[in-house]
Structure formats: structure tokens, C-alpha cells
């Protein structure tokens, strides 16, 4: 079945350094979504990305879809202290209505 | 719009017991789906509706029913509570067949099994 792996499981950084979280699918994707889930919270969807190359920005976040609709990425440029959380990635296969989603990048801020 | 509603927010249960988790959304979306999340797990969807009337399964179904009766609810049923089934318990639903997929989760159950 369907298998979306994201890394790393856990990253720390200094406040105001980059972060990047890595997601991979087995199966070639009809979109991908990014999630934030804020430590006790419920994951609140960030965007989605549809097409082939796609490149979404906000603020500071940077999305990207590849070529291949196969994997995907969010980078943080200059991190503060607000985007401590859990950032998952979620898979949707073209003709299957199941989103699945990768187990998550653990941010943590040091401040 | 209350968006997507849990109940309980939280619940402890004894192995054998049955109980009904519900979710409810009153944004008349087509898609909900149950996911629960364990530590290091992520979010695994459990069962999921593209409509009244109509439920599948998702990645780890066992253990658990389903129905959609109506639009807005989407209730989850644990027939026999096993400690394995220890979680926190996340409702979703979203518009289908429209160019955004925007997923709105409820707040969560938290439920322990002893």
C-alpha cells in the first residue's frame, strides 16, 4: 500500500537557522499537503501542492513538489520561536481517496 | 461555523469495554476520516467516508466500526477496548472534487485503556 516516509524524525536548531523537512512517497502522488501540529494541539493544514515542480511560499515557509510528484519539502528560513511543533506531510493517491500521512519533523527551537 | 467537534476530550476505559467516540462538522463536507496518533506513529487513518452511506478502511482498521448516517456526523466505535488502543483519537473532513483539499481536524480525544 501506500507509504509516505518523512525526515528527519527530529530536528533541534538555534533560533534564526534554516530548517528543512524531507518527505517521500512510495507512489506517484495526485497532491501533497503540509500540516503544523503545535505541541498539545490538533495539525492545522498549512498548503497543498498539485502540480508537477510546484513551488508555494509563505513567509518564511517554502513548499516544493517534484518532478516526479514522488517527494517532497518545506523549508523554514530563519526560524523563531512560534514555529516549534510537529510538520507532517500527507499523500493523496489519484483514484484513492485515503490521505496518508508521513509520521512528522519534531521541531525544536533553542532559543 | 463550529468547523469539526469531538467528544468526550478525554476518556479512560477498562480492556472489554465498548464506547462511541463522536465527530461531527457542520461545513456540509463530503470526506471524514478517523486517524489516531501515537508517539513516533504520526497520524494513521483508521476508517474514512466519502458520504452518507458509504465507509472504508484506511491503514489500521481493526478493532474499530464506523457509519455515516447523515453528513455531518461521523461517529468511531471500539467494540472490546484493548490497552493497545491507548491514543489520541483525531476526527477530519474535508470538500471532495474541488481543487483545494484543505483537511480541518477537531480537537482530538485523548483515551486511555487499562
Known amino acids: 500500500g501506500q507509504q509516505v516516509m518523512q525526515i528527519p524524525q527530529y530536528q533541534h536548531v538555534q533560533e534564526g537557522e534554516d530548517f528543512t523537512t524531507y518527505c517521500n512517497s512510495s507512489t506517484t502522488l495526485s497532491n501533497i499537503q503540509w500540516y503544523k501540529q503545535r505541541p498539545g494541539g490538533h495539525p492545522v493544514f498549512l498548503i497543498q501542492l498539485v502540480k508537477s515542480g510546484e513551488v508555494k511560499k509563505q513567509k518564511r515557509l517554502t513548499f516544493q513538489f517534484g518532478e516526479a510528484k514522488k517527494n517532497s519539502s518545506l523549508h523554514i528560513t530563519a526560524t523563531q520561536t512560534t514555529d516549534v511543533g510537529t510538520y507532517f506531510c500527507?499523500?493523496?493517491?489519484?483514484?484513492?481517496?485515503?490521505?496518508?500521512f508521513g509520521k512528522g519533523t519534531r521541531l525544536h527551537i533553542l532559543p | 461555523n463550529a468547523g469539526v467537534t469531538q467528544t468526550p476530550k478525554f476518556q479512560v476505559l477498562k480492556t472489554g469495554q465498548s464506547m462511541t467516540l463522536q465527530c461531527a462538522q457542520d461545513m456540509n463536507h463530503e470526506y471524514m476520516s478517523w486517524y489516531r496518533q501515537d508517539p513516533g506513529m504520526g497520524l494513521r487513518l483508521i476508517h474514512y467516508s466519502v458520504g452518507a452511506g458509504i465507509t472504508d478502511q484506511g491503514e489500521v482498521p481493526n478493532g474499530y466500526n464506523v457509519s455515516r448516517s447523515t453528513t455531518e456526523d461521523f461517529p468511531l466505535r471500539l467494540l472490546s477496548a484493548a490497552p493497545s488502543q491507548t491514543s489520541v483519537y483525531f476526527c477530519a473532513s474535508r470538500h471532495t472534487g474541488t481543487s483545494t483539499d484543505t483537511q480541518y481536524f477537531g480537537p482530538g480525544t485523548r483515551l486511555t485503556v487499562l
Open positions: 500527507a499523500g493523496h493517491t489519484r483514484g484513492d481517496d485515503k490521505i496518508i
